[in-house]
């Protein structure tokens, strides 16, 4: 497979994955994923999906992140002022934590109370990021059908979760 293939066909799952761990869209994060794919691209075995390998590449270097930012913020100093505002902007509220979460709740609720076909068709392209033809050959399903139980899972969680909307 050619690299640029490679990183078309994963790039939604890795965009994803560190969207989810990081709460952030960081580019920087996916071309150190794809650059730790292509110098380790020799270590990789058949044993495993592709797609397996490169998700826990991106969950690692997203943690790592994670680890190395949160560091870098508790050894800062905190005589300035502006910095201080700067990482108050950043962090939720206890309330917006609470609301999130409470939000986060009720939608997990909601896909587990789907239809077993919607709910692993919804896991699979809006959670996992897969396209319509990956769901579509990992389900073995014509795509048209991923398109109908996708619209109509998307439809039912619209009615269970008007009050979020």
């Keep these: 497979m050619d690299f640029k293939e490679l990183i078309k066909s994963n790039q939604n799952n890795v965009r994803n994955i560190i969207k989810?761990?990081?709460?952030?869209?960081n580019e920087d994060l996916e071309q150190e994923v794809y650059l730790k794919v292509w110098?380790?691209?020799?270590?990789?075995?058949?044993?495993g999906v592709l797609k397996?390998?490169?998700?826990?590449?991106?969950?690692?270097?997203?943690?790592?992140?994670?680890?190395?930012?949160y560091k870098k913020n508790t050894d800062k100093s905190v005589a300035d002022d502006e910095f201080i505002n700067s990482i108050r902007d950043k962090k939720q509220s206890p309330e917006l934590k609470l609301i999130s979460n409470e939000r986060q709740t009720k939608i997990i609720k909601a896909i587990n109370l789907l239809k077993p076909k919607f709910k692993e068709t919804i896991m699979l392209c809006e959670i996992y990021g897969y396209s319509y033809e990956e769901a579509a050959k990992k389900l073995n399903c014509p795509v048209g059908t991923i398109k109908s139980r996708l619209y109509n899972a998307k439809k039912e969680l619209a009615i269970q979760l008007k009050d979020l909307l």
Aim: aromatic share 10%; proline share 0%.
């Design 20 to 25: 989810l761990i990081t709460k952030e869209v």
């Design 39 to 47: 110098k380790n691209a020799h270590r990789y075995t058949e044993r």
């Design 52 to 69: 397996s390998w490169i998700g826990t590449i991106a969950k690692n270097v997203s943690k790592d992140y994670l680890k190395s930012s």
